[in-house]
């Protein structure tokens, strides 16, 4: 069940993805973030509440968690931390890079997540999944020469780094969550999580954005919300399966990867983005990696 989960929830990034390009388009970065972490918090706000007061709504469903101790939520507050640092660094390099660049970049995100889970988590893989890693890492190394016909250089492109950061970011968030759902209850951790990042976005907002908003414009666009609903579809997802016990950071990982499908795709024929032969070339690269870990793991 967790694998399937896990690709519904790829599934839920790649429409995130593209609800995030669409918002930031002529928009600051930091309201836009600002607003979807918002948006998340009254999203499970009901849950918030009802664990507080001890609805009767909620009891025996799935949103009836419990109210946590104070260690529990310091736990959740450093996800939070975590993640809105991922955030930020995505964000910044989404706005000002292609889709078609990005997407295979945040593709590779599962490398730095198995180095972690070989080292925290005693995860072993076997040759298929291994084969699926240098596959993707293979495609990383491709589509650095490809970006060059864009102008996009790796090495010293300012915006690939914040991109790069982000990744390395998001991969440690895989593996501190790895380590907080086998402590907490999945959606305490998600109702409580989206709250935190809210109050901690809200004070970078105020001290970041507002004083300088003149030059920061903003303007509100429909995909804002969208943002918060397919994110938090595909965090439900993610948290349920690493909730189950017999769940692979390090493959769960990758097959979110698999969002970049719908990315990719947007980019193309949409926004129309260029050099798409060469990226198409490691977009199959991924794929195929995809296709191995998930048989790899079927083993």
Known sequence: MWLSLAFLSALGLGFYDVAKKRALAGNAVLPVLWLNSVFG?????????????????????????PTGTLHDHLLIVLKACI?????????????????????????????????????????????????????????????????????????????IWCVGMAAVLGAASGLYDKYVMGRLDSVFVQSWFNLYQAVVMSIIAAVLWLPRR?????????AIPLITLFVSAADFAYFYALGLEDSLISVVSMIRRGSVLVSFTYGAVVLREHNLRGKAFDLILILIGMVLLYFGSRV
């Open 83 to 159: 993640v809105l640092g991922s955030w930020m660094c995505g964000y910044f390099g989404l706005k000002h890079l292609p889709l078609t660049i990005v997407g295979p970049i945040n593709a590779t995100r599962p490398v730095m997540v198995l180095l972690g889970a070989l080292l925290l988590f005693g995860e072993r893989l076997n040759a298929l999944q291994w084969g699926g890693v240098i596959v993707a890492m293979v495609s990383l190394y491709l589509l650095g020469h490809t970006s060059r016909r864009e102008g996009v250089d790796f090495r010293h492109n300012k915006w």
């Open 214 to 222: 003149a030059q920061m414009p903003f303007h509100w666009s429909w």
């Open 41 to 65: 918090a009254l999203l499970f706000s009901p849950v918030v509440v009802a664990s507080i007061t001890d609805a009767a709504w909620v009891e025996g469903t799935i949103l009836d968690i």
